[in-house]
């Protein structure tokens, strides 16, 4: 009888501190309105991680080192979003300062680049098994 009521107890307190986490967590989840809020952040994040990934692969030109060009390229992406530099690093730095948030919108992210590669990929495998290498 006192191992069911030992065990009762620590479910107790076991959702008891999950609730108090999980309060602790709605409070963190909102970001003031002057700030770019977490979706439209991860959607600017994912096109600078693009952009990154596309400059990475650019073959080397000396009369367009690749900061310059990913600078530009960052700069195209900011307007996308009707934002300046400056906007961007002031939200930027919130999210830095706010990790729990940040990395709600890293995760986030992440989950839509991995759903992406799946169909990527299976949009892949079904173009090989219409065209297959003739040998």
């Known amino acids: 009888m006192k191992t069911i009521f030992r065990h009762q107890t620590i479910i107790e307190y076991c959702i008891i501190i999950y609730m108090v986490m999980l309060a602790g967590c709605k409070h963190h989840e ?22 990154q990934a596309y400059v990475d ?51 986030s992210l992440l989950s839509d680049v991995k759903r992406r590669q799946v169909e990527l990929d299976s949009l892949l495998i079904k173009k090989r098994f219409q065209h297959p290498i003739e040998r």
Do not use: T
């Open 57 to 107: 692969n650019m073959p080397y030109d000396s009369l367009h080192p690749r900061q310059e060009k990913l600078k530009y390229y960052y700069q195209q992406i900011l307007e996308l979003y009707h934002l300046n530099h400056q906007q961007f690093m002031r939200s930027y730095e919130y999210y830095v300062m706010h990790p729990v948030i940040m990395k709600m919108v890293y995760d």
């Open 30 to 51: 909102r970001v003031p309105k002057s700030y770019i809020q977490p979706e439209e952040m991860k959607q600017i994040l994912l096109d600078m991680q693009a952009a």
